[in-house]
């Protein structure tokens, strides 16, 4: 049976009847889930971040350029070839690519770009990444060349800047409400533009006829089946129906693999950050004496096994995170060797030294209740709370609790509804808790997130109000620097200052969900070849790299 024939086949579970012409001709379909929706809605506004489908960003309208995480921060230029940081970091000019075009045939030229920055700025409501704000103004120097003047210094510039689609003048200009605009028909600049088929169950996009990078592209068609949910998902990737997936897939080796090892694939690769943490300003007197101690903060950690957490209340996926730092492997490019020479045994799970860390710090049962206390005989009792619900974090929690109590320390588990935990993170009146952070292109994000003493009191994820004067001074000169290599010192010196204070307890990254089958398609991303993240989901703009990476397996 053809290629074709066993999409059709399988998308037939989906409600797949009739193909049109570009499709049915084709033999190249990728058939992929990127959202979950009980219905299919005709929305592909690339502004619109909860009306527009899934598959608008990245494959219909391409970025300026594409940062690869996996691979430090490296661009792949796109609709840009080049861009270039003023000296005094005020500015960054981008240069286009020579002879773009739109889908239907118009120029793409730094007319459209220079009128997509003055649009969302008429149009607030469009900036989903909040760009404007950081710009003084946005020039046309030539055809090909756009400058952007900023308010402020900054060497980081270009990673937001490229997160805003670029859409035609041409088109928009005359759009009287933006916001609420379906873009039913739409003019893109990326590899897959053409709608070809729409119903509620199934729609098919396909290629560009003017796309630059045509060459590069041995996909024809995209096609996407309704999926209302992970068993879904899972019944089609099973099947075969599926090329192409991001889903929780409970047990994934039997479920999944099993059914056709060759060809049947997943790579989780590391997301956002799940960590420990504890308050510094928590209203128990006598836990802030414990938590404001460098020595009872390092025990903790090296008391928590998070590799049995991985695999039980994690199904195995997440990756182990024992850096110090809490970089982690999702920024292992950035990485300070000297971090794990140093500080790496207080990462790690061992029963052992972590008890005999509190020892000697003093931390010992002073009452005979059978709990430790402070050096001063105060009594210690940590309340871990999580949110009603989360049974992952509340398995890691139980897990966590009994090598705590097992060393001696008093802890209890509380699960508030999300909101009142939520509350009770920003406001820092807590005792422990497990958090999470979202991961970015380069690891200022995660730490200006963390630490930023301005948003004490506004942020959860500022939950352990953690404050160090160096750390923020050096965060700020980190954004001032040009050149690499005095970036990356910076860097280091960062890592190691939050490496030996260690005011958050990292466990685990989660996982990004990938599944593929390599029966119809090769060129994928795996472990062995980790080019770039291959995740379908549109948080992901590498995915536009992988889509243009895959070859159709020869009959």
């Not at 970025?63 to 661009?75: A, K």
């Not at 049974?391 to 509804?417: C, F, R, Y």
Request: one cysteine or more; proline letters at 7%.
């Amino acid at each position: 049976m053809s290629r074709i024939a066993v999409v059709a086949v399988a998308s037939a579970l989906t409600l797949m009847t009739a193909v049109p012409a570009l499709a049915q001709d084709s033999e190249n379909v990728l058939t992929i889930s990127s959202e979950q929706t009980t219905t299919f809605v005709r929305n592909f506004n690339p502004f619109g971040q909860t009306s527009a489908r899934y598959t608008t960003l990245d494959f219909m309208y391409e970025p300026l350029v594409v940062f690869n995480r996996l691979n430090g921060n490296e661009p792949h230029f796109r609709l840009a070839e080049s861009f270039e940081l003023a000296d005094d970091l005020k500015s960054i000019t981008f240069t286009l690519r020579d002879g773009l075009t739109w889908s239907d045939g118009e120029p793409l030229t730094a007319d459209d770009v220079v009128f997509t920055y003055d649009y969302i700025k008429q149009f607030p409501a469009l900036d989903f990444i909040s760009v404007s704000e950081q710009l003084a103004s946005v020039e046309k120097v030539d055809d090909r060349t756009v400058r952007f003047n900023l308010n402020e210094a900054n060497s980081l510039i270009a990673n937001t800047i490229v997160g805003m689609p670029i859409v035609p003048q041409h088109v928009w200009a005359d759009i009287e409400d933006p916001v609420t605009f379906a873009n039913e028909n739409p003019v893109g600049s990326g590899p897959m533009t053409e709608i070809t088929r729409f119903t509620p169950q199934v729609y098919e996009q396909c290629a560009n006829p003017h796309y630059w990078d045509a060459d590069n592209l041995d996909v024809d068609c995209l096609r996407m089946p309704q999926l209302a949910d992970n068993p879904q998902v899972l019944a089609a990737l099973a099947d075969g129906t599926l090329d192409w997936a991001t889903s929780f897939i409970p047990d994934i080796d039997n479920t999944f693999v099993s059914k056709d090892p060759e060809h049947h694939k997943y790579w989780f690769t590391p997301s956002s950050l799940v960590s420990f943490q504890i308050s510094m300003i928590t209203p128990d007197e006598n836990n802030r004496k414990a938590f404001n101690d460098v020595d009872f903060r390092r025990a903790l950690s090296m008391l928590i096994d998070r590799q049995t957490i991985v695999d039980i209340a994690g199904y195995g996926y997440p990756l182990v995170n024992e850096d110090p730092a809490i970089l982690g492997e999702l920024y292992k490019s950035f990485a300070n060797p000297a971090v794990e020479e140093e500080y790496g045994q207080y990462g790690r799970f061992d029963f052992e030294a972590g008890t005999a860390l509190l020892d000697e710090a003093g931390y010992v049962d002073a009452d005979g209740d059978g709990f430790r206390d402070n050096p001063d005989g105060s009594p210690i009792a940590i309340d871990i709370m999580v949110p009603n619900g989360w049974t992952d974090w509340i398995d890691a929690v139980q897990i966590s609790m009994e090598s705590l109590t097992e060393a001696g320390l008093n802890v209890k588990m509380s699960t508030p509804e999300a909101a009142v935990w939520t509350s009770g993170l920003i406001s820092g009146e807590y005792s422990m808790t497990l958090n999470a952070l979202a991961s970015a292109a380069n690891p200022y994000f995660p730490y200006i997130r963390s630490f930023n003493p301005n948003d004490f009191g506004k942020s959860r994820f500022t939950a352990p109000h953690w404050e160090n004067d160096e750390v923020m001074e050096l965060l700020g000169e980190y954004t001032q620097i040009k050149d690499p290599a005095e970036a990356s010192a910076v860097l280091d010196q960062i890592q190691m200052i939050v490496a030996e204070a260690m005011p958050i307890i990292p466990v685990y990254n989660s996982p990004s969900f990938y599944q593929y089958n390599t029966s119809r398609f090769t060129g994928w991303a795996d472990a062995e070849n980790p080019k770039f993240s291959p995740v379908v989901s549109n948080a992901n703009p590498a995915r536009l790299l992988q889509l243009l990476d895959l070859e159709p397996v020869a009959e």
